[in-house]
């Protein structure tokens, strides 16, 4: 069975500060994984990963993908208050259209 | 991009009553559609694969005759709570696949926040 795993589960931070949230997965036949940002809605699309060690960015995001040792992070780097959201992490395989998603990290920053 | 479209965004039911949410590709077509089911403060939860002209695929826990999918066309699918209950209140996000470059990247609709009374 696939797993991804988030963590942390919440974090609390000041604006401005940098913060790191981490993704771990177990899947058959990898195809890429992907980071969306949910604000009070539907997911957004930030990153789709499909190769280890390059990283992607845009703009105070980056992320990047360690095929090895199965992980991905996703920095947020001079944050602020609109960086605000639950930010998700999946995972495709090849061979099946399915996402699976992670738990979660809820994510506020305070004034 | 490709846009995902999902409708109604809010319903309000009394229990035993269904209720059906539509979920369109606007600008693809979307063979195989996915939908989620969203408890707050939790993750999104696979509940079943709508494939257009056949038979949904459904998880595991998920019951077949309690939400029922159907997929008639290549940019509508419809997800039906049937004999809605209290428990069933949740969020419901439908989401389809479209190829950008050599990739495939998944867009969701809007949601659709269900209360039952």
């Known amino acids: 069975e696939d797993k991804v795993v988030q963590s942390p589960l919440s974090l609390v931070v000041h604006e401005g500060d940098t913060v790191t949230l981490n993704c771990s997965y177990e899947v058959t036949n990898f195809r890429s994984l992907l980071w969306y940002k949910q604000e009070k809605k539907a997911p957004t699309f930030l990153f789709m990963l499909?190769?280890?060690?390059i990283e992607k960015k845009s703009g105070r995001l980056s992320s990047i993908l360690d095929k090895k040792e199965l992980f991905s992070i996703l920095n947020i780097t001079a944050t602020q208050t609109g960086d605000s959201a639950i930010y998700l992490c999946a995972v495709g395989r090849f061979g099946n259209e399915k996402l699976t998603f992670g738990t979660g990290t809820r994510l506020t920053i305070i004034p | 991009g490709a846009v995902v479209s999902q409708h109604p965004s809010w319903v309000i039911c009394k229990s035993g009553t269904s209720v059906k949410i539509e979920c369109r590709s606007l600008d693809f077509q979307a063979t195989t559609m996915f939908w989620y089911r969203q408890f707050p403060k939790q993750s999104l939860m696979l509940m079943a694969t709508?494939?257009?002209?056949?038979?949904?695929?459904?998880e595991q826990g998920v019951e077949k005759d309690k939400f029922l999918i159907n997929h008639a066309s290549l940019t509508l699918s419809t997800l039906t709570v049937t004999s809605a209950h209290p428990e069933d209140s949740s969020f419901y996000i439908c989401?389809?696949?479209?190829?950008?470059?050599?990739?495939?990247?998944?867009?969701f609709g809007q949601g659709t926040r269900l209360t039952v009374v």
């Open positions: 989401s389809a696949n479209f190829a950008t470059g050599e990739n495939t990247e998944a867009f």
């Open positions: 709508s494939n257009e002209g056949s038979k949904a695929t459904y």
């Open positions: 499909t190769s280890s060690g």
